[in-house]
């Protein structure tokens, strides 16, 4: 078994969609991107063709779909449901306004990772299933691996990989990249760089 082992991951939010600009939850309701969204993924383009991945994996969702063949036309994509975002139950398709007088609401909003929303998903299946598939990459021979996903699914796997960084703290752009290189010294995985592509430079941690 080799002792060290490094690994790129390139985290990509989907092309934006009507609900994401109307700031409604969208969760699993699969909505496609909006008409022109992708015209600003074309410089993360010319990036990846350049930085071409081992693999590339998606969201089965259709707004991560047709963002992923957008970026890779000639790459198969494998759909991996455990990057699906959080299922916001009866909640998707509303915004902060219809919700911010729900006692339930307020109360999931400052402890959404150990509870759910009504008819959802728990903050703890989501973090299940988001670190098992961390887990599986980082057993796996791939050296880089492009994942397009979700906004919250990003946040996750950031704070789980950087530990100075909370859920909350990482700024998920549409259009760009989140590039992280890993380092594995006998079975621990660090990140030694973050950076946001394309950019000017990559910034160390």
């Known amino acids: 078994m080799e002792s060290r082992r490094t690994l790129q991951l390139i985290l990509i939010r989907h092309g934006m969609t009507e609900w994401n600009k109307d700031k409604r939850y969208l969760g699993h309701t699969d909505l496609p991107v909006m008409e022109d969204s992708l015209i600003e993924y074309e410089s993360l383009k010319k990036y990846l063709d350049n930085h071409l991945p081992d693999i590339v994996f998606s969201s089965d969702l259709l707004r991560c779909q047709q963002t ?6 000639e790459e198969a994509t494998v759909q991996d449901s455990r990057l699906r975002e959080i299922s916001f139950g009866t909640w998707e398709g509303k915004t902060y306004e219809d919700l911010k007088h729900d006692s339930h609401y307020s109360s999931w909003l400052d402890n959404w990772e150990i509870t759910s929303t009504p008819d ?3 903050g703890i299946a989501f973090h299940d299933r988001v670190s098992s598939f961390l887990s599986e990459i980082q057993k796996s021979k791939f050296s880089r691996a492009a994942i397009i996903t979700h906004g919250g699914v990003i946040r996750k ?7 100075e960084a909370s859920f909350w703290d990482t ?3 549409f259009g760009k990249g989140i590039v992280l290189e890993l380092k594995s010294e006998r079975g621990t995985w660090k990140c030694i760089s973050l950076s946001e592509e394309p950019s000017a430079g990559k910034e160390p941690l």
């Open 68 to 73: 992923a063949a957008f970026l890779f036309p």
């Open 120 to 122: 959802g998903e728990s």
């Open 157 to 163: 796997i950031v704070s789980e990989l950087v530990p």
């Open 171 to 173: 700024s998920v752009s």
